[in-house]
């Protein structure tokens, strides 16, 4: 079974950093899309920013400018660095990865555990 494993979540003040970062468990054979998502107490769940296998990246309107994706495939992670961090972005961010585990299967969607962001001010 494939696990998605989260890192970097904590407390941090308005204006400052943090880097997340979210690794395949086991063996991947290919990787899609990976995204991370974020959903703050009594809200949807909101995707936050994504990448494609092609390095093709969108982001949220909210965090443009301020948050940047990027992926290793080699070390099977993807990374969401935030940058300018207000209290707006406290949430829970979750990560979530199109996955092949075999040739002869189809990509699989699915989910890190969640780490919590909270945004000070």
């Known amino acids: 079974q494939v696990q998605l494993v989260e890192s970097g979540g904590g407390l941090v003040q308005a204006g400052g950093s943090l880097r997340l970062s979210c690794a395949a468990s086991r063996s991947i054979f290919s990787i899609g899309t990976m995204a991370w998502y974020r959903q703050a107490p009594v809200k949807q769940r909101e995707l936050v920013a994504a990448?494609?296998?092609?390095?093709?990246?969108n982001y949220t309107d909210s965090v443009k400018g301020r948050f940047t994706i990027s992926r290793n495939n080699a070390k099977k992670t993807v990374y969401l660095q935030m940058d300018s961090l207000t209290p707006e972005d406290t949430a829970v961010y979750y990560c979530n990865a199109d996955l092949k585990t075999n040739l002869f299967f189809a990509y699989n969607n699915y989910w890190g555990q969640g780490t919590q962001v909270t945004v000070s001010s």
């Open positions: 990448i494609t296998s092609g390095g093709v990246t």
